[in-house]
Protein backbone atom coordinates (compact mmCIF):
# COMPACT_ATOMS: atom_id res chain seq x y z
CA UNK A 1 0.00 0.00 0.00
CA UNK A 2 1.52 3.46 -0.85
CA UNK A 3 -0.01 6.48 1.33
CA UNK A 4 -0.34 10.71 0.90
CA UNK A 5 -0.81 12.64 3.46
CA UNK A 6 -2.17 16.34 2.92
CA UNK A 7 -4.30 18.82 5.04
CA UNK A 8 -1.39 20.30 7.40
CA UNK A 9 -1.24 23.95 7.82
CA UNK A 10 -0.84 27.24 10.25
CA UNK A 11 -3.30 27.27 12.83
CA UNK A 12 -3.74 29.56 16.05
CA UNK A 13 -3.91 28.20 19.50
CA UNK A 14 -8.07 26.73 19.82
CA UNK A 15 -8.16 26.10 16.16
CA UNK A 16 -9.03 22.93 13.92
CA UNK A 17 -7.40 20.98 10.77
CA UNK A 18 -8.26 18.14 9.29
CA UNK A 19 -5.90 15.66 7.83
CA UNK A 20 -5.93 13.14 4.98
CA UNK A 21 -4.58 10.00 4.55
CA UNK A 22 -5.15 8.98 0.83
CA UNK A 23 -4.18 5.20 0.66
CA UNK A 24 -3.81 3.25 -2.97
CA UNK A 25 -2.45 -0.19 -3.83
CA UNK A 26 -3.33 -3.82 -2.02
CA UNK A 27 -4.86 -3.21 1.13
CA UNK A 28 -5.81 -6.14 3.37
CA UNK A 29 -8.70 -6.11 5.46
CA UNK A 30 -6.28 -6.83 8.89
CA UNK A 31 -4.82 -3.29 8.50
CA UNK A 32 -4.38 -0.51 10.45
CA UNK A 33 -3.76 2.86 9.43
CA UNK A 34 -2.41 4.73 12.38
CA UNK A 35 -0.98 8.56 12.45
CA UNK A 36 2.27 9.84 14.21
CA UNK A 37 3.87 12.86 15.08
CA UNK A 38 7.34 14.17 15.02
CA UNK A 39 7.91 17.34 16.62
CA UNK A 40 11.65 19.17 16.29
CA UNK A 41 14.32 17.50 18.56
CA UNK A 42 11.61 14.77 19.94
CA UNK A 43 11.01 11.06 19.14
CA UNK A 44 8.11 10.17 16.64
CA UNK A 45 4.93 9.44 18.66
CA UNK A 46 1.73 7.48 18.10
CA UNK A 47 -1.77 9.42 17.91
CA UNK A 48 -4.18 7.25 16.89
CA UNK A 49 -5.07 4.16 14.78
CA UNK A 50 -8.29 2.85 12.90
CA UNK A 51 -8.75 -0.70 11.61
CA UNK A 52 -9.50 -0.91 8.17
CA UNK A 53 -12.00 -3.65 8.65
CA UNK A 54 -15.09 -2.30 10.90
CA UNK A 55 -13.50 1.28 11.39
CA UNK A 56 -12.63 0.40 15.25
CA UNK A 57 -10.64 3.82 16.59
CA UNK A 58 -7.67 4.04 19.04
CA UNK A 59 -6.00 7.40 20.39
CA UNK A 60 -2.88 8.31 22.62
CA UNK A 61 -3.70 9.52 26.36
CA UNK A 62 -2.80 12.94 25.49
CA UNK A 63 -5.35 13.13 22.76
CA UNK A 64 -8.12 13.52 25.37
CA UNK A 65 -11.40 13.77 23.32
CA UNK A 66 -9.77 16.45 20.87
CA UNK A 67 -8.85 14.53 18.01
CA UNK A 68 -11.06 11.79 16.02
CA UNK A 69 -9.70 9.17 13.25
CA UNK A 70 -12.38 8.01 11.09
CA UNK A 71 -11.55 5.84 7.49
CA UNK A 72 -13.89 5.83 4.32
CA UNK A 73 -13.42 2.20 2.94
CA UNK A 74 -15.22 3.87 -0.25
CA UNK A 75 -12.44 6.57 -0.77
CA UNK A 76 -9.68 4.60 0.77
CA UNK A 77 -8.92 7.53 3.01
CA UNK A 78 -8.36 7.90 6.31
CA UNK A 79 -8.90 11.49 8.10
CA UNK A 80 -7.87 12.85 11.38
CA UNK A 81 -9.70 16.10 12.57
CA UNK A 82 -8.05 17.95 15.22
CA UNK A 83 -9.78 20.16 17.52
CA UNK A 84 -8.50 22.88 19.80
CA UNK A 85 -5.30 22.35 18.63
CA UNK A 86 -2.33 23.65 21.36
CA UNK A 87 1.04 24.81 20.37
CA UNK A 88 2.39 21.32 22.00
CA UNK A 89 0.49 20.04 18.89
CA UNK A 90 3.26 21.59 16.56
CA UNK A 91 4.69 18.82 14.81
CA UNK A 92 5.05 16.81 11.15
CA UNK A 93 1.93 14.52 11.05
CA UNK A 94 2.22 10.84 9.23
CA UNK A 95 -0.07 8.39 7.99
CA UNK A 96 1.17 4.75 8.24
CA UNK A 97 -0.31 1.22 7.81
CA UNK A 98 0.65 -1.99 9.80
CA UNK A 99 -0.64 -5.43 10.10
CA UNK A 100 0.57 -5.75 13.45
CA UNK A 101 -1.39 -5.88 16.81
CA UNK A 102 1.47 -3.35 18.14
CA UNK A 103 -0.38 -0.48 16.67
CA UNK A 104 1.16 1.92 19.21
CA UNK A 105 4.34 1.32 17.86
CA UNK A 106 6.02 3.10 15.15
CA UNK A 107 8.82 0.03 14.55
CA UNK A 108 6.15 -2.08 13.57
CA UNK A 109 4.36 0.16 10.22
CA UNK A 110 6.12 -0.97 7.23
CA UNK A 111 4.12 1.49 4.99
CA UNK A 112 4.47 5.23 5.64
CA UNK A 113 3.53 8.27 4.04
CA UNK A 114 5.87 11.75 3.65
CA UNK A 115 4.11 13.53 6.12
CA UNK A 116 2.40 16.97 6.83
CA UNK A 117 3.37 19.72 8.51
CA UNK A 118 0.67 21.04 11.46
CA UNK A 119 2.35 24.79 13.42
CA UNK A 120 -0.14 25.52 15.93
CA UNK A 121 0.55 29.89 16.95
CA UNK A 122 0.52 31.34 20.32
Known amino acids: VQLQASGGGLVPVGGSLRLSCAASGRIYNNYKIGWFRQAPGKEREFVAA????????SYADFVEGRFAISRDSAKNTVSLQLNSLEPEDTAIYYC????????????????WGQGTQVTVSS
Open 50 to 57: VTWSGGRA
Open 96 to 111: AATQSGAFTYSRYYRE
